[in-house]
């Protein structure tokens, strides 16, 4: 453990939330930041009060309703307005009757931003900076300046950006953050950029990090070892454009690469719980490539890849998953070599140690099935009955006579299709069981048939839900002779299990008769019911 210790500000309530198709409710605000605290970060930037109405109400909640063990609250906002004083000014005045202990106050450190966009003087600019600075430290509260475009404006004019922050010091500014606003800076010149203001200035140094040139973290991480002590981000990258630097990165770099202390706690060992939790109140789906907590970070699909780690798992992993919560996963796929389908056993439950024949039969069926166009590395559910049939330990639920699907449409109106299905099979002690489903489709069709037929003996049937359904065809350049592939996620609604299967065929309706014969049958397995053949 290193003696560097690096202040962690969360800004995803604020500038996460400028994401395109992000609309946090003040609701969503109140339920992600008592996460963020559980995190560890230090402190959580909650909006702009007084200028975003939500934001005011959501500060105004807060303070009666959550109390936090790790962080502190954040206002952000901006420096008084020209021509008027930092007292007189309402948004300053907002910021102080938020009651946020820290104050955050974006201004002008581009000269080119100060007369073009402000239309101010570079003078009339830098007395905003130190007035306003100064009014709020003399309230009692902690001021954090950010100084916008820094680098941008640094490159154009250093004296200038370097006297914007002089501004701010001279006012009582705790923390300096410089920000890539832009996103265009890379990691060698912001560490040569913040080691020069490292020497100019007496007050310690942040960095404020957007991802437009794809090196938010790096940019990070290099003002960290050029000498900031204070490090700004959001959850999971949020933010406009191409997002601000993901945080679960940066603090998980600083931590596990250079022995940081970042995080208040042992939050780390939570976050990809906590990432994934996030994901679900913002309505953005988590990234499987996320580094540290995305479900692909500790994946592993070649065999070459799965021998070495039988033997030792740290020889193709940068680290261990249980630090940030994650779990190392083995994909079994036609890459996949008798040690992967070892270890894919063993994480689904089997122990196949020593059943060297078993282990080839498996690996032979999964390399042959996948040159037909399946997929098992999206698909355990499908792996784990092809598993379990080898095994003899797949229990026949219900026997299959025959299934057909017709669609129909009304004469002269061909977009007014009805679709049909029948089914006859036999389950519940050799009952024959014939069943009719409609549906606003050939394959929903065919789902309300073979539900309506097995939920009389199996009505356990009735919870499962089906929530994503992907097709893909295989060999676009065979036209409508293509093979289909499609790819079903169920859902247990009492108990929340997720579980996908993988149906291939020469058309969409075999593909899916497969993955939905699939997914009921793992569901049934997955709650120990006994079978009524």
């Given at each position: 453990?290193?003696?560097?210790?690096?202040?962690?500000?969360?800004?995803?309530?604020?500038?996460?939330?400028?994401?395109?198709?992000?609309?946090?409710?003040?609701?969503?605000?109140?339920?992600?930041?008592?996460?963020?605290?559980?995190?560890?970060?230090?402190?959580?930037?909650?909006?702009?009060?007084?200028?975003?109405?939500?934001?005011?109400?959501?500060?105004?909640?807060v303070?009666?309703?959550?109390?936090?063990?790790?962080?502190?609250?954040?206002?952000?906002?901006?420096?008084?307005?020209?021509g008027?004083?930092a007292?007189?000014?309402?948004?300053?005045?907002?910021?102080?009757?938020s009651?946020?202990?820290?104050?955050t106050?974006v201004?002008?450190?581009?000269?080119?931003?100060?007369?073009?966009?402000?239309?101010?003087?570079?003078?009339?600019?830098?007395?905003m900076?130190?007035?306003t600075?100064?009014?709020?430290?003399?309230?009692g509260?902690?001021?954090?300046?950010?100084?916008?475009?820094?680098?941008?404006g640094?490159?154009?004019?250093?004296?200038?950006?370097?006297?914007?922050l002089?501004a701010?010091?001279?006012g009582?500014?705790?923390?300096?953050?410089?920000?890539?606003?832009?996103?265009?800076?890379?990691?060698?010149?912001?560490?040569?950029?913040?080691?020069?203001?490292?020497?100019?200035?007496?007050?310690?140094?942040?960095?404020?990090?957007?991802?437009?040139?794809?090196?938010?973290?790096a940019?990070?991480?290099?003002?960290?070892?050029?000498?900031?002590?204070?490090?700004?981000?959001?959850?999971?990258?949020y933010?406009?454009r191409?997002?601000?630097?993901?945080?679960?990165?940066?603090?998980?770099?600083?931590?596990?690469?250079r022995?940081?202390?970042?995080?208040?706690g042992?939050?780390?060992?939570?976050?990809t719980r906590?990432?994934?939790a996030?994901?679900?109140?913002?309505?953005?789906?988590?990234?499987?490539?996320?580094?540290?907590?995305?479900?692909?970070?500790?994946?592993?699909?070649?065999?070459?890849?799965?021998?070495?780690?039988?033997?030792?798992p740290?020889?193709?992993?940068?680290?261990?998953p249980?630090f940030?919560?994650n779990?190392m996963?083995?994909?079994?796929s036609?890459?996949?070599?008798?040690?992967?389908?070892?270890l894919?056993?063993?994480?689904?439950?089997?122990?196949?140690?020593?059943?060297?024949?078993?282990?080839?039969?498996?690996?032979?069926?999964?390399?042959?099935?996948?040159?037909?166009?399946?997929?098992?590395?999206?698909a355990?559910?499908?792996?784990e009955?092809l598993?379990?049939s080898?095994l003899?330990?797949?229990?026949?639920?219900?026997?299959?006579?025959?299934?057909?699907?017709r669609v129909?449409?009304?004469?002269?109106?061909?977009?007014?299709?009805?679709?049909?299905?029948?089914i006859?099979l036999h389950?519940?002690?050799?009952?024959?069981?014939?069943?009719?489903?409609e549906?606003?489709g050939?394959?929903?069709?065919l789902?309300?048939?073979?539900?309506?037929?097995l939920v009389?003996?199996?009505?356990?049937?009735?919870r499962?839900?089906?929530?994503?359904?992907?097709?893909?065809?295989?060999?676009?350049?065979?036209?409508?002779?293509?093979?289909?592939?499609?790819?079903?996620?169920?859902v247990?609604?009492?108990?929340?299990?997720?579980?996908?299967?993988?149906g291939?065929?020469?058309?969409?309706?075999?593909?899916?008769w497969?993955?939905?014969t699939?997914?009921l049958?793992?569901?049934?397995?997955?709650?120990d019911?006994?079978p009524?053949?």
């Amino acid at each position: 453990m290193s003696d560097l210790t690096v202040e962690v500000y969360d800004t995803t309530l604020r500038d996460g939330a400028q994401q395109e198709g992000m609309n946090l409710s003040v609701a969503d605000k109140m339920a992600i930041a008592p996460l963020l605290d559980e995190l560890g970060v230090g402190i959580i930037e909650g909006g702009w009060p007084g200028a975003v109405p939500k934001d005011t109400e959501f500060f105004a909640l807060v303070h009666k309703e959550l109390t936090f063990k790790n962080a502190q609250f954040a206002a952000f906002g901006m420096t008084r307005r020209a021509g008027s004083t930092a007292a007189a000014d309402p948004q300053v005045r907002a910021l102080l009757d938020s009651e946020a202990p820290i104050i955050t106050l974006v201004a002008k450190s581009d000269i080119r931003h100060a007369e073009r966009a402000l239309r101010v003087s570079g003078d009339e600019n830098l007395a905003m900076i130190e007035e306003t600075v100064s009014f709020l430290a003399g309230e009692g509260r902690r001021v954090i300046l950010d100084a916008e475009h820094f680098f941008d404006g640094y490159r154009f004019d250093p004296e200038y950006a370097v006297r914007a922050l002089l501004a701010a010091e001279a006012g009582g500014a705790s923390t300096l953050c410089l920000c890539d606003t832009n996103g265009g800076m890379l990691p060698d010149g912001v560490a040569e950029i913040v080691a020069a203001v490292a020497s100019r200035v007496g007050t310690p140094l942040g960095m404020h990090a957007h991802n437009d040139s794809g090196c938010a973290v790096a940019n990070s991480m290099a003002a960290v070892a050029a000498g900031a002590r204070h490090v700004q981000g959001c959850v999971n990258g949020y933010g406009e454009r191409t997002g601000n630097a993901d945080l679960v990165a940066v603090v998980a770099n600083l931590e596990i690469k250079r022995g940081a202390v970042a995080l208040r706690g042992n939050g780390l060992a939570e976050a990809t719980r906590i990432s994934h939790a996030i994901s679900e109140i913002t309505n953005i789906a988590p990234y499987a490539r996320q580094p540290y907590v995305g479900a692909s970070a500790f994946a592993h699909k070649a065999g070459l890849h799965a021998s070495a780690i039988k033997v030792d798992p740290d020889l193709y992993q940068h680290t261990q998953p249980e630090f940030v919560g994650n779990d190392m996963r083995m994909l079994v796929s036609e890459m996949a070599g008798r040690a992967s389908i070892e270890l894919k056993g063993k994480e689904l439950g089997f122990d196949l140690s020593g059943q060297a024949d078993l282990l080839g039969r498996v690996t032979e069926r999964v390399k042959n099935a996948e040159a037909s166009g399946y997929t098992y590395d999206a698909a355990d559910a499908s792996f784990e009955l092809l598993l379990r049939s080898e095994l003899g330990q797949s229990p026949a639920y219900w026997d299959v006579e025959s299934w057909r699907v017709r669609v129909s449409s009304a004469p002269g109106n061909p977009r007014d299709a009805d679709a049909e299905s029948v089914i006859k099979l036999h389950a519940g002690g050799g009952e024959r069981v014939i069943t009719v489903g409609e549906g606003n489709g050939p394959v929903n069709a065919l789902d309300h048939a073979l539900r309506t037929a097995l939920v009389r003996v199996y009505p356990e049937i009735s919870r499962f839900e089906l929530v994503d359904f992907k097709v893909r065809i295989m060999d676009a350049s065979h036209g409508t002779d293509a093979v289909t592939r499609v790819l079903i996620t169920t859902v247990d609604s009492e108990t929340g299990l997720a579980w996908r299967t993988v149906g291939v065929g020469p058309n969409i309706i075999e593909a899916s008769w497969e993955a939905l014969t699939d997914a009921l049958h793992y569901g049934l397995l997955k709650l120990d019911v006994t079978p009524k053949p």
